[in-house]
């Protein structure tokens, strides 16, 4: 039997593509898996002890003089927060899948590229692949897997983005729309003023002194601020922006 | 004759107008500049400035002129850039801000320095000077950037290496800050060297991020998204400072720094996109390629001010060559990284559409894909309350 496998990284069941998982698996009986490239480690103490020698050797020293307090603060929070929420976002899917009729495994395993095809292999053959993020982790992308799709191809199946689906599939806010409209007019009509208005004034800004100076900078800024918002708008209306950028 | 003297022999008001109505395709070669400086500085993060500048000479704008139209230009695309950062929690604003009182230190002596050549040699030393520096430092810069990334593509290459971070942090010099968005601690007189080398850069070459990135990244073991993004916050405000000055002095033509914009900004948001989809390798080939390019772009500049200053003897038909050489070599070199850029985002957006329509159908109808009957729409989720994009 195939697999089908959602890398779940920040994925909810409103994701579309989840949706489409689970109508699949539910037509052909299909495995549905689920992995979490969520952090292994419960505490700074686990953490610490997993550290290769001459990085803890490395620590031991910033420890023994002031620098390192905070940064193991932060890390420990960080982990705590990064466990905390993929274990909601975990039982939240297990949730949705049973309530449909379809049992979901879930595996969590430590975010290296080493470990998530391994992981894939042992699901073979895996009839597509659904991952959430874009970037993959560090060792995968130095092998040329970069986006989801790659990944797909190097493991031999089918695969989705399914955060740049689900934009690509969504309908625009309305909000957009006027936004588009309001900075696309200002642009034009700060374009329209210094092109074909300007006469006298570009003398006078071009004339010198703190002023006109002053003056040039804050239409730069404006002229920066519009037509890159609009911009902005235009590519996530056209769906060209879809990967988060 | 002065910069300033040789600015005024012209009609500086008017000649953009003068421009447009000669050739009317101009317009369109300033915003096709800005585009391939945007797609390059939204790629690789910085730069755009090295390719712009003399791109602008070669089209027939004074130079004093293009580098204020220019810093003028890099102010607002900086904010725009920062804002992003901004939200995204990428900018350490009090790095930034320390960073920006010894960079406008290194500013002011790179203007004396520079002041120092050109009342000594004239014009065309000031460009001699201005030019090998350039030279030596943008070549060492994209010979490292160059190495690494054939050793990645060898597949010799690991990340980023810390050897350097660990070293300089091991000094432990005091006293040090902690900097709390971009989780370090750095030695105050880092701080100093870093800023001021950063300024120093940027007043005499216009190229600030080129040692202000890599510097925050392996000096400061401070993580690259944050070193951009507090790299942008220092630019705008380094861009604030140069446009105020230049606009102050009457040489910023608001009319060229908007025409800039109209095609900077969509080429920084497309170079952007890229970075998601193009390989790491690739892109530091492409840097490393273009900064070299450029180098020798300048380099072929130099026979030139050297005749002017009589250090060498060489023909008029020779140094028409040379020029001819380096612009030739600046413009291809951008519009062929343009390209590849443009390329690799198209080839992949595409690609990934192909999938998306294949599945579109499934996903709003799936019972139909699946050619039974028994699932009910009712008992998943209904497909009509799509999220909507932000």
């Not at chain 1, 932060?74 to 927060?81: G, K, S, T």
Request: with cysteine; charged share 15%; hydrophobic share 50%.
């Amino acid at each position: 039997m195939a697999s089908i496998v959602i890398v779940a990284e920040g994925l909810t069941f409103d994701s579309p593509a989840v949706r489409y998982a689970a109508s699949i698996a539910r037509q052909s009986g299909d495995d549905v898996r689920c992995l979490y490239l969520a952090p292994a480690v419960t505490s700074t103490a686990e953490w610490i002890e997993r550290l290769p020698p001459r990085k803890l050797s490395r620590l031991k020293h910033l420890r023994a003089t002031h620098t390192t307090t905070e940064w193991v603060h932060v890390q420990e929070e960080l982990i705590r927060e990064q466990m905390k929420s993929a274990a909601h976002d975990r039982a939240e899917l297990q949730k949705q899948f049973r309530r449909i009729g379809i049992p979901l495994s879930c595996q969590r395993i430590e975010p290296s590229g080493e470990t998530l095809l391994e992981a894939l292999r042992e699901y073979a053959p895996v009839k597509f692949l659904i991952a959430g993020r874009l970037r993959l982790p560090a060792d995968l992308v130095k092998q040329g897997i970069m986006t989801i799709e790659d990944l797909g191809r190097h493991i031999g199946c089918e695969a989705i983005d399914a955060m740049a689906m689900g934009q690509w599939l969504a309908r625009p806010r309305r909000r957009l729309w006027f936004q588009l409209t309001g900075y696309g007019a200002i642009t034009v009509l700060m374009f329209f003023i210094v092109f074909f208005h300007f006469g006298g004034w570009n003398h006078v800004l071009m004339r010198g002194g703190l002023l006109p100076a002053t003056a040039i900078m804050l239409t730069s800024a404006l002229a920066a601020w519009c037509w890159g918002r609009t911009i902005e708008i235009l590519l996530k209306l056209t769906k060209v922006d879809i990967y988060g950028s | 004759m002065t910069a300033e003297a040789a600015a005024d022999a012209f009609d500086k008001t008017t000649l953009l107008s003068q421009l447009l109505h000669q050739h009317p395709w101009y317009a369109l070669a300033l915003i096709t500049l800005g585009f391939i400086g945007g797609t390059i500085s939204g790629f690789i993060g910085s730069g755009g400035a090295f390719l712009m500048t003399p791109g602008m000479m070669n089209l027939g704008i004074p130079g004093i002129m293009a580098v204020g139209a220019n810093i003028t230009h890099k102010f607002g695309k900086a904010m725009m850039g920062q804002k992003k950062h901004g939200q995204l929690g990428h900018v350490d604003r009090r790095l930034g801000l320390f960073l920006l009182v010894t960079s406008l230190a290194g500013i002011r002596v790179a203007v004396m320095v520079n002041e120092f050549f050109y009342e000594r040699l004239g014009d065309a030393g000031s460009n001699l000077y201005v030019s090998t520096f350039f030279v030596l430092t943008l070549s060492i810069i994209g010979y490292f950037i160059m190495r690494d990334a054939i050793r990645s593509l060898r597949g010799r290459g690991g990340p980023a290496s810390r050897k350097l971070q660990h070293r300089f942090r091991k000094l432990n010099l005091p006293p040090t800050i902690y900097f709390k968005t971009a989780n370090v601690r750095v030695s105050v007189i880092m701080l100093i060297i870093v800023g001021f080398c950063v300024g120093f850069m940027a007043g005499t070459i216009g190229v600030g991020g080129f040692i202000g990135v890599p510097a925050m990244i392996y000096l400061f073991g401070i993580p690259t998204v944050v070193a951009t993004g507090t790299e942008l916050f220092l630019a705008m405000f380094m861009g604030a400072f140069g446009a105020l000055n230049y606009g102050a002095e009457g040489f910023v033509d608001i009319r060229i720094t908007l025409l800039l914009f109209a095609g900077s900004m969509v080429g920084l948001f497309v170079g952007s996109i890229g970075t998601k989809m193009v390989r790491e390798v690739y892109i530091r080939t492409v840097t490393g390629a273009l900064i070299l390019l450029c180098t020798v772009s300048r380099a072929l500049a130099i026979p030139d001010y050297l005749r002017t200053l009589h250090y060498i003897h060489v023909g008029t038909q020779m140094i028409h060559r040379l020029e001819v050489t380096s612009a030739v070599v600046l413009f291809t070199s951008g519009i062929g990284s343009t390209v590849f850029i443009l390329y690799f985002v198209l080839r992949a957006h595409l690609r990934q559409l192909h999938v998306f329509r294949r599945y579109r159908a499934a996903i709003e109808a799936p019972e139909t894909v699946q050619g039974t009957s028994d699932s009910s729409p009712a008992e998943l989720p209904d497909n009509s309350a799509l999220p909507h994009s932000q």
